[in-house]
């Protein structure tokens, strides 16, 4: 049998494996001199004022709600087609949350949806980008008006919109999970904002306490401190920085592999019946295809997944809608989506990832010309 081809894997060389070392070498392997540095290099490649480095992006969105104090009987509203963490974290926080359609081509937030879901208890709107590919966001700004927007960018490292690379412009949380564009193992970054909040955040993340580690315990240093508030523990480590260093340093490759692959899907499954492709946006925008989501109407999906697992291709479910969920409707009965609900039961993600094989890729697509007759 063939070998197995993942959904997706991380792109790594020998730049990761000495920054890494280094790290170790170094003997300060936790938050540190790494950490303050990518944060430096991220927000110089996002065009944000300031980035702050977290465990993880849900990290990110527990301490944006947290300090724009939205909290019991708040609304936020987002679309129902994203991973359940985002939805997760209004409800812990006490706050209801409000789904908008997405458009059944690109599964891309409709921007009147959000506009008709804003009431006077809205506290944000989280728009997401939805796998790679930007959300329309000039309409979203001005039905938001003076309404906090935070930028759902788990997908978006390399995106554009307008010319303006996500996160430059609003709130934005970031992911860098092992099958995100770059990764730092697991970890997050949130960009933008006022310096006020982004101090709040940056107390938050680690204890309250209001100087960093690195600076408390190097030479000749003061290891006192003081909790203003009492926190959280989100720090991303030195060890994941420089990864994430290294990453961020060659994205336009990692990014253009990706494009590369996504060019040759769409061009080459096109015209199958009964398989929707992805939509592209017809605004100005680059996508950083994170995700190669097809839709499968003629073939029910199960039967698309084992016909995949028979040929050893892997796949991934991206993602069951969240207003679908047992404890959301449990908690906020249903609500009608109907393209988000017609694109939830037909989506699967086919693999791509930067070192994708070519003969690999060819593998891909003759299987499911093969599966869809």
Partial sequence: MDDFIPMSAPFFGGEEIDAVTEVIRSGW???????????????????SGRALALSSGTAGMHLLLKALGIGK???????????????????????????????????????????KAITKKTKAVIPVHFAG??????????????????????????????????????????????????????????????????DRLKLLKFHGIERDAWKRYGKSSDPSYDIEEPAFKYNLTDLQAALGIAQLHKIEEI?????????????????????????????????????????????????????????????????????????????FGKTDLPETEAASERILSIPLFPSLEESQVERIIKAIREIFG
């Avoid at 997760?88 to 081509?105: E, I, K, M, S």
């Avoid at 938001?144 to 554009?160: K, L, M, N, W």
């Fill in 29 to 47: 392997i936790t938050t540190g001199p790494k950490c303050a540095r990518f944060e430096e290099d991220f927000a110089r490649y996002t065009g």
């Fill in 73 to 115: 009987d708040d609304e936020v509203v987002t679309p129902s087609m994203t991973f359940a963490s985002t939805v997760t974290q209004f409800v812990l926080a006490g706050a209801r949350p409000v789904f908008a359609d997405v458009d059944y081509g690109t599964l891309l937030v409709k921007p009147s949806d959000i506009e």
């Fill in 133 to 198: 590919a930007p959300a329309d966001m000039d309409p979203i700004e001005e039905a938001c008006g003076s309404i906090p927007i935070i930028e759902d960018a788990a997908h978006a490292v390399g995106t554009f919109y307008k010319g303006a690379h996500i996160g430059a412009k609003n709130l934005a949380v970031f992911s860098f999970h092992p099958i995100k564009n770059i990764t730092t193992a697991e970890g997050g970054m949130v960009t933008g904002g006022s310096n006020e909040l982004m």
């Fill in 255 to 331: 990014n253009s592999r990706r494009t590369r692959i996504a060019k040759r899907y769409l061009a080459a499954l096109s015209g199958i019946k009964g398989l929707d492709l992805p939509g592209v946006p017809v605004y100005d925008h680059i996508h950083s295809w994170h995700l190669f989501v097809v839709k499968s109407r003629s073939l029910d999906r199960s039967t698309f997944m084992q016909e995949l697992a028979e040929r050893n291709i892997g796949y991934g479910l991206h993602f069951p809608a969240c207003h679908t969920l047992k404890y959301v409707r449990k908690l």
